[in-house]
């Protein structure tokens, strides 16, 4: 075995990787906010909201359509081949302009169903960004594949900075929606620029191998019913909450979960770029191998994502009550009470990349379906039983089923470790009850206190040693590598 496959050695570059993917996560995520602050003082709200109807049409269609082409190239033992990498590259791309005719057909039904015309060509120009998305080189999957993301990071900002200046110029000269759309076109066309040249590598041909592109489509069909039911089930409260609730509160709840959005985004990013190519990496050692790695980058993934979870509920009151007006208070139990269910929606996602990785797509596709039948049952019966609340509960306890179809799967495949999830979701709880509740009592005992000011004091005192114990664990793997 070479020295670049020792289990040091892989682990040195989980390590780097998830470095590289929570600081290029995070900054996206800093120009994401600060972008948007901008824009709401150069457009008006209804651009947002038929931006919105626009990016869920193109979402809908891009997952429901989901043969997971780059998975396979990260878990594919020949995902190293050309010839595997140009029949990736030619599904890929075919997949791509089947989407914009599909974006095509389906615009004026969404526009006659919105009763709004405007939508049609909205729909029609931003789904040309499906064709240069699947004309974008299989380079970029194979960064994820050898956990070499520095180059990939730099040109996931490269896009987003240019989107976010084309759509600020666009916005302060025509301030319509249109700047919106600008974005995501600029956005997709630099990325397809420079994953050609700027990754180091043989170019993309067209061609077909049979073999490979059943392979490819082989793992991918169930890639596909997974991401379909994937949707419905990140979509399902907002859809739920619709017929519900009064508009006005959909709004706040809309407001609220954007902090959970943030880190749903950064989670998952971890997951996909970092614990599916290095368990990946290690399957093709041996079983044993495979669960020693999953065992050492169990602990190591859930304690990280278990302290910015705590730290995103600790900071919710803060940043509601300091930087939105009354209206949107009720933002910040909303977005404490949605990291229950972030949080097994973290364990399920990390446990169901091991699943990828041993080439397993089907009990992953049998997990979201769990879930999002167990998340619609729930959100019903919590609602009925706690209104909001209990549809977030309801909806968290979704996740949770879809947690408890994965952890059994992988045991058929004599994969354990998952003593973590337990330890940390008792970790969690403690901390989330003291960062969440404990404020609030000593604000009934010291009403001249702000709540946003005391959750901060006790989110140190909860976190400060939480998070000196995690960062100092990192820094020894990081040695240790």
């Not at 990016?55 to 990260?74: H, R, W």
């Not at 033992?77 to 990736?88: A, E, I, N, V, Y």
């Not at 139990?333 to 229950?340: C, F, G, H, N, R």
């Not at 269910?341 to 399920?348: A, D, K, Q, R």
Request: hydrophobic share 55%.
């Amino acid at each position: 075995m070479s020295s670049s496959n020792s289990p040091k050695s892989l682990k040195s570059r989980a390590f780097s990787a998830s470095v590289m993917s929570v600081v290029g996560q995070g900054t996206g995520q800093v120009l994401r906010v600060v972008g948007n602050m901008l824009l709401t003082r150069l457009l008006v709200p209804e651009a947002f909201g038929v931006m919105a109807i626009v990016v869920m049409v193109m979402q809908a269609i891009e997952l429901m359509s989901n043969v997971g082409v780059g998975a396979a190239i990260v878990r594919h033992p020949k995902g190293d081949d050309q010839r595997f990498l140009d029949t990736s590259f030619t599904i890929q791309a075919s997949r791509g302009l089947l989407l914009f005719v599909a974006s095509v057909a389906i615009a004026v039904p969404v526009a006659r169903f919105y009763d709004n015309p405007s939508l049609v060509p909205l729909i029609i120009v931003t789904g040309l960004t499906a064709p240069m998305r699947g004309f974008e080189a299989t380079k970029l999957p194979r960064l994820m594949r050898h956990m070499d993301l520095g180059r990939l990071v730099l040109i996931e900002l490269a896009s987003q900075i240019s989107a976010l200046g084309a759509t600020l110029s666009f916005a302060f000269y025509y301030r319509n929606v249109w700047a919106l759309v600008s974005g995501h076109i600029v956005a997709a066309l630099v990325r397809l620029v420079l994953s050609h040249l700027a990754v180091p590598g043989p170019r993309n041909r067209f061609q077909y191998d049979r073999d490979f592109a059943k392979d490819i489509l082989s793992f991918g069909r169930w890639i596909f019913v997974s991401t379909m039911f994937a949707f419905f089930s990140m979509r399902l409260d907002v859809m739920l909450l619709g017929r519900l609730l009064p508009l006005d509160v959909l709004g706040v709840y809309s407001v609220g979960i954007m902090v959970t959005a943030v880190l749903t985004q950064m989670s998952s990013r971890i997951t996909e770029a970092v614990v599916m190519p290095a368990l990946a990496k290690s399957n093709t050692e041996s079983r044993a191998h495979f669960e020693s790695a999953f065992k050492r980058s169990r602990g190591t993934i859930l304690s990280v994502g278990l302290l910015a979870f705590c730290a995103g509920a600790a900071t919710a009151p803060a940043f509601f009550f300091l930087l939105y007006d009354k209206r949107y208070q009720d933002a910040a139990w909303i977005a404490q009470l949605s990291m229950i269910g972030l949080w097994f929606s973290f364990l399920h996602e990390s446990a169901g990349r091991a699943l990828l990785a041993l080439g397993l797509s089907r009990p992953w596709a049998m997990s979201m379906i769990a879930k999002t039948v167990a998340s619609l049952v729930g959100c019903l019966a919590g609602f009925y039983l706690g209104e909001l609340s209990g549809l977030m509960i309801g909806a968290a306890l979704g996740a949770l089923v879809g947690h408890i179809v994965v952890v059994l799967a992988l045991r058929r495949e004599q994969v354990t470790g998952f003593a973590f999830d337990v330890r940390y979701t008792v970790v969690g709880l403690v901390l989330a009850l003291a960062v969440g509740f404990a404020p609030r009592f000593a604000v009934a005992f010291l009403p001249d206190i702000d709540v946003a000011l005391m959750t901060l004091v006790f989110s140190v005192l909860a976190l400060g040693p939480f998070g000196f114990v995690t960062l100092r664990h990192a820094l020894r793997e990081l040695r240790a590598a």
